[in-house]
């Protein structure tokens, strides 16, 4: 099938490489034209596994193009996609802007009939809007075209993205006429495999489906950062407890992970934006605010243990911060509570030794040149006359340290532990004073 996809951001550019892989003539469209000229030479301006090589094969193939023409694009695309940004407004919700934008252009050009997909996370009501944006268009261009807009929403997971989009858990295809649930039943076929995946509902459905996913995940973690708040002070282990509760079906082991709260792009602005939805609607969004509100408090949890440990006194000090991207296998730092740490450690007079295997020249873009931070090479460079070792993100090769190592390399021997990566028996035995996450230490 002929596809366009508008937004070659993370959502844009791995559904376009995977649709491309299976098959379907892709054509993505993006306003930036260095991007768009470094897409059509393969340089993939994310670091997403799995991602270069698949935009490169099917590059080469001829099934998957890059341009920032519009109009072109839309005169290929039988089914088009709106993967654009939707950052956060002053008030947390969504900014429909580009959305819009790419809708009236979508009006502006479209000459054969169409599906338009709303593919980036948009608030409930948002499709009446493209398609009132499209027909407005149409009218002042005096022509008549038949075009259906519908909502199907992207669940991948940043660092498994290309894992994601290939095999799906679930195709949520919002849309009310027949002709465009079957178009798209046609262009996911190929990842409907096996057993049913796809989900058909009407548009609205879609579109809070997709929210409620992301605000669900984002409450099962802030609920266990409460618990492992309550464990810190009751002498409990959350890991322990986070074992005893998980092995229930009903509760499950993933996201429950307590930590230095959760960033990225989506959790953070989809809680918030979900929340403003309700409060539109006159419902005040009670579990959503303190979903928030823990998350907020969680991300300045690392550095409230800094300093209790050090009695306040962090002015002068040195500290090793191991991962900067806002989880593993990602070089994203949006909303990463890396940046809070940081900041804070800053702001007491500290210097900051970091070190992340992929987001240091995010890293570099975002702080610039500055006396009080060091980006290094290796987790080993940044021990390097460093006071304490603080860990933010959980990626592999922090896992299973030398402590021996850190503990000769450190000046006074301290890690403080942001995603419970290891046991503290077996920190404490060499030689160094560990704090984690709601361990009671
Ligand atoms: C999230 C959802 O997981 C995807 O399903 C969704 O499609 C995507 O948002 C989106 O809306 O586009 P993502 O933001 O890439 O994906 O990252 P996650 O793996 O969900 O992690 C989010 C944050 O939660 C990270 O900071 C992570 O460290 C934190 N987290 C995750 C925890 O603190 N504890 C956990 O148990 C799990």
């Not at 990842?191 to 796809?198: K, L, P």
């Not at 419902?283 to 928030?292: F, H, Q, S, T, Y």
Request: with cysteine.
């Amino acid at each position: 099938m002929r596809v366009t996809i508008f937004g070659t951001g993370y959502v844009g550019l791995v559904t376009g490489a995977c649709l491309a892989d299976v098959g379907h003539d892709v054509v993505c469209v993006d306003v930036d034209e260095v991007k768009v000229e470094g897409l059509n030479r393969g340089v993939v301006p994310i670091f997403e596994p799995g991602l270069e090589p698949m935009v490169k094969a099917n590059h080469a193939a001829g099934r998957l193009r890059f341009t920032t023409d519009a109009a072109t694009a839309i005169a290929h695309g039988e089914v088009i996609f709106i993967a654009v940004g939707t950052p956060p407004d002053e008030d947390g919700s969504a900014d429909l802007r580009y959305v819009l934008e790419v809708a009236r252009t979508i009006g502006q050009h479209i000459e054969r009939p169409a599906v338009v997909v709303d593919k980036s996370t948009v608030p409930v009501g948002t499709a009446d809007k493209v398609r009132e944006a499209i027909a407005t268009e149409l009218l002042v261009r005096q022509v008549e075209v038949p075009f259906s807009v519908a909502s199907n929403p992207e669940f991948l997971k940043e660092g498994d993205a290309v894992a994601d989009c290939m095999r799906p858990d679930r195709i949520v295809i919002g849309a009310s006429e027949p002709g465009a649930v079957e178009k798209l039943k046609r262009l996911y076929a190929p990842f409907n495999r096996n057993h049913e995946r796809i989900v058909v509902m009407d548009v609205r459905s879609a579109e809070l489906t997709k929210y409620a996913a992301n605000a669900m995940l984002a409450t099962k973690i802030s609920f266990m950062n409460e618990i492992a708040n309550i464990a810190e002070r009751v002498g409990a282990d959350v890991e322990m407890v986070r074992q005893g509760i998980g092995s229930d079906p009903r509760i499950g082991w993933h996201f429950i992970y307590p930590g230095a709260g959760y960033g990225g792009s989506c959790f953070p602005k989809d809680v918030q934006a979900l929340a403003r939805t309700a409060q539109q609607h006159g419902i005040d969004p009670r579990l959503l605010n303190a979903v928030e509100s823990v998350n907020e408090h969680q991300k300045k949890h690392l550095f409230e243990l800094i300093e209790r440990h050090y009695g306040g006194k962090l002015k002068g000090r040195t500290f090793a911060v191991w991962g900067l991207a806002f989880k593993p296998n990602t070089d994203d730092m949006r909303e990463a509570s890396s940046r809070r740490l940081l900041q804070q450690l800053w702001d007491a007079g500290a210097q900051v030794r970091a070190y992340d295997p992929e987001a240091r020249h995010e890293a570099q873009r975002i702080f610039g040149e500055r006396d009080d931070l060091v980006l290094c090479e290796s987790a080993n460079a940044a021990l390097i006359d460093a006071d304490a070792l603080v860990v933010v993100t959980e990626w592999k090769p922090f896992r299973s340290p030398d402590f021996s190592r850190i503990k000769r390399a450190l000046r006074d021997a301290a890690i403080f532990d942001g995603r419970n990566l290891y046991l503290p028996e077996e920190v404490e035995a060499a030689g160094i004073a560990y704090y984690g996450i709601g361990r009671g230490r």
